[in-house]
């Protein structure tokens, strides 16, 4: 059962990039006449989206099988879940909208997703007792599923600065937007670099000192540039650690983002050398005929309903399973803390939309700046900031 699930969602990744150049290529035909009406390329393009989909709920329902329990136990199976979600929420908004453009770069991100989880152990295993609850399934699914409505307006937003940010004269937006890119692209270098070193079989081990003062062992499958809290080194001949972290910090995971922010960098410097252009410019093209009202308001009805949506989920259920496993209503855990700060952003988000009228770039870049908040809850939250939700 774990072999046919692993298989559904590879299935699903092979169909989510096909589709994506399916709807590359609609993008394509320039009579006005086909562009007012769904044309071949993009109804392709949604039909093999519907079905990786499909494939991917069955990954997710065979998982489900397999474990005994909602397969959002970990952070790779969270990852995957959001991927799902950001899909399904991808098809349908592009059955109310009929916008092909959208899927060139919503579902790049739903691969980057996919990828970036199937980095992380992928093992089933048994729950820990807080998570031993019907509100496992009711809390993170809802959550992860208003945080990926919530991703279309980033997508929706990046296709909007892509058009009207000027690319032939340097500025702050340029340069915002290009690190914006800069992020999408790093994630490859996370996934090429955990590949590298996985094929070759790196591991380092560490003895050191946890935050409760206990004796505790730590393996870095990436060569060490940060070392954990009062570390030993039981590996001998591997790179010694340029720095020690606080027990705080969970230097091994830190250590990871380090690699991939350096992977990235390789990544963006060969395109950059090659095209020699910004990764916004070679971009242009594929937004050109986009109606600019249509994306923006694409965007604002993302925010719209994922909004309460990820209210409920990740405030007002989490708060409800935090009373019942650990008698408290809040504790201010790292977690809790981001999913407030994603709270009050995308509430302040609806209010400069509503009674500022922000529209256009303004709401853009607010789509873009959400969108880095969730990402940031998603990798470094979990990864390098330990806290009472560190079991994902």
Known sequence: MVQIS???????????????????????????????????WSLIGILITIIGFVSQVGYFITRWIAGGHAPVSNLFEFTTFFGMMLVAAFIIIYFIYKTPVLGVFTLPVALLVIAYASM???????????????????????????????SISFA???????KHVDQT????????????????????????????FSSAGYETKFSWVDKRGSDAETVYHMP??????KYEMKTKGNMAPLAEMPAMVNAEKLNTVIWSLFGGIIIYLIIRLVSRRRVAA????????????????IGYRSVLIGFPIFTLGALIFA??????????????????????????FYAVFLHLRLSKGWHGEKS?????????IIMFNLIAVNLVIAGLHSYA
């Open 156 to 162: 929706a937003g990046l296709i909007y600065l892509i």
């Open 282 to 297: 070679l971009l242009q093209p594929l937004v050109r005929r986009i109606d600019l009202n249509l994306v923006d308001e």
């Open 364 to 372: 853009a870049w607010l789509a873009v700046i959400g969108f880095v």
């Open 120 to 150: 992380f152990p992928k093992e089933i295993t048994p729950l820990i007792p807080a998570l031993q609850s019907d509100w496992l399934h009711i809390h993170v699914t809802t959550a992860a599923a208003g945080e990926a409505i919530l």
């Open 319 to 344: 708060m409800i399973w935090a009373q019942m496993a650990w008698t408290r209503f809040w504790g201010w855990d790292p977690k809790e803390v981001w999913a407030l700060v994603t709270f009050l």
């Open 169 to 196: 004269r340097r500025s702050q937006r340029t340069f915002w937007l290009e690190l914006t890119l800069f992020g999408l692209i790093a994630t490859l270098g996370f996934i090429a670099v955990s590949s590298a």
């Open 6 to 40: 692993s298989n559904l969602l590879y299935i699903a990744f092979i169909l989510y990039l096909i589709a994506t150049f399916f709807f590359a290529g609609s993008i394509k035909i320039h009579s006005d006449k086909a562009a007012k009406k769904t044309n071949r």
């Open 224 to 229: 060490a540039l940060v070392g954990p809290h």
